[in-house]
């Protein structure tokens, strides 16, 4: 009998909080942790995009994830971001990660140097065949300036067991529905935008990993239930409810928009680290509206 897969309804691609004096801020990522689980969602994302993790010290890194892992206690699976544009470094920095209690890597294609499709099949069959856990790949081309197609990523998928699937935020639904289509049986298809999440989901997606789940846990949570169940009389109306905060929060970019929200919720301080800077005062406000508006 097939166990169900471990990162399968709503991931969260969690905010690291930081303090004006930039220092990571644990006593509110403790905070957004319970904050997360305690909203239903099936599995933590450390160290992804929105994370901030491109700012960090490796020092910092190693921090944060013994951090996570302690205070998850094994509530909820753990995916941990590892990506890069150097396949050498990647796989020196995989073999001296300490896995203890990380359930998977989520790793996103090369960005940058723009590599050719079988390059990436190179570079994510190195890591798959290296990591001493599954993979998922992440395809965001928007900010990699790489997309990697639908036909590589079926090649990856047959081709090596240690990878389990893909976060496809590529914004193409046909790419998309080619994966779906033609992937294996074990193969999952986890949405990369929030705002996708529903329609991905009646395509065959298996969840998300969401920016939106930092804020909205349970709500996110309900309306991946509510779609993979097949009730989408339920999950719809959800879905449209979030939509206009969905696209707010990236009106400026990820984590600006999200990190202005939880502010507004009074859940962490709205500090970023260069090159990266708070949202306006426009959309400051807009997204306090329209979260006044949800919860009316």
Known sequence: ?????????????????????????FSKLEVMINHVIDGGVNFIVALGTTSEAATMTSIEKDALRDFIVETVGGRVPIMLGMGGNNTQALTDTIQHTNFEGIQGIL??????????????????KTIA???????????????TGCNMMAETTLQLAEECPNIIGVKEASGNINQVMEIL?????NFQLLSGDDALTYPMITLGATGVISVMANSLPKEMSQMVNYAMKGDLKKALPLH??????????????????IKALL??????????????????????????????????
């Open 107 to 124: 790793s996103v294609t090369p960005y940058y140097n723009k590599p050719q499709q079988r390059g990436l099949i190179q570079h994510f």
């Open 129 to 143: 065949d290296l990591s001493p856990v599954p993979v998922m790949l992440y395809n965001v081309p928007g900010r």
């Open 263 to 296: 502010e507004i919720q009074d859940l962490i301080t709205n500090h970023l680290r260069l090159p990266l800077c708070k949202v306006s005062k426009p959309l400051y406000n807009k997204l306090a509206q329209l979260y006044a508006e949800f919860c009316k």
């Open 1 to 25: 009998m097939n166990k169900k897969p471990l990162f399968t309804g709503t991931g969260v691609a969690l905010v690291t909080p930081f303090r004006k004096q930039d220092s990571i801020d």
């Open 181 to 185: 289509r033609n992937k294996p049986a």
């Open 240 to 257: 449209y409810k979030m939509l206009p905060l969905m696209h707010a929060i990236f009106d400026e970019g990820n984590p600006g928009g």
